[in-house]
C-alpha cells in the first residue's frame, strides 16, 4: 500500500480533520499553520460553546454561487456521521433547539483539544508559524516555499480559511495561494456580519433591543424573512436576523444593488388592529402626553423617534393637539419601519468569509481540483458560505472529512 506525503495548509477546522481522516488511512500528514497554533477560532464558535452541526442542515441553508455543491459532501458526511465522528475522539453531543449540536460539556476547547489530541495519536507533524509563500506543482510532487524552508510532499491540501477574524488568524493568504494555482476567485465580503443602515437615531437607541419579524429587500424584491431579536447600533443594527440577512445584502452592496430592510413591530396585529389601538389611548387619555400614551405599547427609548417620524416633535404635547394623521401613520410605521443598508462592518466583525474560490472549479464528490491533480481545498476557503445555526462547521467538517479520505486514498 503507498502511503502519501499529504501537505495541508491550514490548521482550522476542516484541516484537522482532513488531517485525522488521511492518517487514519496511512497517510504521512503535516499541517502548516501560519498562527502560533492550531484551530484558533474553533474556541470562539458558538459563544464558546461551538455549535459544531445542525441536525436540520441541507442545501437551503448554503449561500454562494451554487449551493447545490454542498449536496454530495452532506450526502457523504451528514450531521449524525460528523456527531459520530467526534464520538470517536470521546466527544459526545447533545442536540438542543431548532437541530443545534453542542458539546455535552458546554465548552468549545473541548472540541479543539480532541482534534489535537488525535492528531497527536496519529503522528501527524503539525509546524507552525509557516507562511507560506508560493507553491510550485510538478507532475507528481509539490513544492512549498515558506519562511520555514522548503517543504516537498507528494499531495497538497489547502484549508487555510478566509479573511473573516483576522485577530484569530483570518488571512486572505489561501485564496492567493490558489489563485497561483490557476483557481478563480470570487470577491470576498465580509458576512454573518452587523449592518450599516441609513438610520439618524444610532445614538439614541445603541444598545435598544425589539423583538421583530424583518424582510430583506434587494432592488425592490423580498428575497429573505427573519424573526427575532434586533439589536439598534451606533452604525445601524445587529443581532442573529441580521447577521443571517448579511449573507444576501453583503453580497448585494458589493455589487452595488439596493438593499433595504422592512422591521414590522407588531406582527400580532393588523395595521388596522394597530391604528385602532393607538387611537384608542389617544380617546380615552386626551390630556397626556406622548411619553405616558405609549408607554407598554413600545420601547420607552423608541417612543421620541416614532413621534418624530411621524410629526410629532413635541414629547410633551397633549393627545388632544396631536396631528390629525399621526394615528394612521404611526401604526403604517410600526409595521413597516424602512432602513437602508448602505454597507456591512468589516472582516474584523465578520463571522465568516462570503466569496472565495469558485467550486466549478473542483469535484464536489472529492474536493480534488480539476485544474491541478492532486490538489485539494475545503472549508471557508471555497465559495460557500452556511447560515448561523451549527452550518459553517459543518461545511468545514465534512469538506475535509471528504478531501481528506479521497486525498489519502
Same mark, same amino acid.
Given at each position: ?37 492550531? !484551530?484558533?477560532?474553533? &474556541?470562539? +464558535? %458558538?459563544?464558546?460553546?461551538?455549535? *459544531?452541526?445542525?441536525? /436540520?442542515?441541507? @442545501? ?17 458526511v ?12 470521546g ?7 431548532? !437541530?443545534?449540536?453542542? &458539546?455535552? +460539556? %458546554?465548552?468549545?476547547?473541548?472540541? *479543539?483539544?480532541?482534534? /489535537?489530541?488525535? @492528531? ?36 497538497l ?18 485564496? /492567493? ?52 431579536e ?27 444593488e ?24 389617544l ?80 469535484d ?11 490538489l ?7 465559495d ?23 486525498a489519502?486514498?
Amino acid at each position: 500500500m503507498k502511503h502519501d506525503k499529504i501537505a495541508i495548509i491550514g490548521g482550522g477546522a476542516s484541516g484537522l480533520t482532513a488531517a485525522i481522516i488521511a492518517a487514519r488511512n496511512g497517510a504521512f500528514v503535516t499541517v502548516l499553520e501560519r498562527n502560533d497554533r492550531v !484551530g484558533k477560532k474553533i &474556541p470562539a +464558535t %458558538g459563544n464558546g460553546r461551538c455549535n *459544531l452541526t445542525n441536525m /436540520r442542515c441541507s @442545501t437551503a441553508n448554503y449561500h454562494g454561487r451554487d449551493p447545490s455543491f454542498v449536496k454530495k459532501s452532506l450526502d457523504l458526511v451528514p450531521p449524525a456521521k460528523v456527531r459520530e465522528f467526534f464520538r470517536s475522539l470521546g466527544v459526545i453531543t447533545i442536540e438542543e433547539d431548532q !437541530g443545534r449540536v453542542y &458539546p455535552l +460539556t %458546554g465548552q468549545a476547547s473541548a472540541i *479543539l483539544d480532541a482534534l /489535537r489530541f488525535e @492528531t497527536s495519536r496519529l503522528h501527524v507533524e503539525t509546524i507552525t508559524g509557516v507562511g507560506v509563500t508560493s507553491v510550485l506543482p510538478a507532475p507528481e510532487k509539490f513544492t512549498i516555499k515558506s519562511n520555514k524552508g522548503t517543504f516537498t510532499y507528494d499531495k497538497l491540501l489547502i484549508a487555510a480559511g478566509g479573511c473573516a477574524l483576522p485577530s484569530l488568524g483570518g488571512t486572505d493568504s489561501g485564496l /492567493r495561494i490558489m489563485q497561483q494555482l490557476g483557481h478563480s476567485l470570487l470577491e470576498p465580503y465580509p458576512a454573518l456580519v452587523p449592518l450599516k443602515t441609513d438610520f439618524r437615531y444610532g445614538r439614541q437607541l445603541k444598545g435598544v433591543k425589539v423583538q421583530a419579524d424583518a424582510v430583506l429587500e434587494i432592488e425592490g424584491k423580498t428575497v429573505s424573512k427573519e424573526s427575532g431579536e434586533f439589536l439598534f447600533t451606533e452604525y445601524g443594527l445587529s443581532g442573529i436576523p441580521i447577521l443571517q440577512f448579511s449573507l444576501r445584502a453583503g453580497n448585494a452592496i458589493s455589487g452595488k444593488e439596493r438593499v433595504k430592510i422592512l422591521f414590522d413591530l407588531f406582527p400580532m396585529f393588523t395595521e388596522a388592529q394597530l391604528s385602532s389601538e393607538i387611537q384608542s389611548r389617544l380617546t380615552s387619555r386626551p390630556d397626556e402626553p406622548a411619553e405616558q400614551l405609549f408607554t407598554g405599547l413600545i420601547h420607552k427609548k423608541l417612543i421620541p423617534v416614532a413621534c418624530r417620524e411621524n410629526g410629532l416633535d413635541n414629547m410633551r404635547t397633549p393627545a388632544k393637539e396631536f396631528p390629525i394623521s399621526f394615528t394612521a401613520r404611526c401604526a403604517r410605521f410600526l409595521k413597516n419601519w424602512e432602513f437602508t443598508v448602505n454597507g456591512t462592518l468589516s472582516f474584523n466583525d465578520a463571522q465568516v468569509m462570503g466569496g472565495g474560490i469558485t467550486t466549478s472549479e473542483f469535484d464536489s464528490s472529492t474536493m480534488e481540483s480539476r485544474i491541478v491533480k492532486n490538489l485539494y481545498a475545503c472549508g471557508e476557503l471555497l465559495d460557500i458560505t452556511g447560515a448561523c445555526g451549527g452550518y459553517n462547521l459543518q461545511w468545514a467538517w465534512s469538506s475535509g472529512y471528504i478531501a481528506g479520505s479521497r486525498a489519502s486514498t
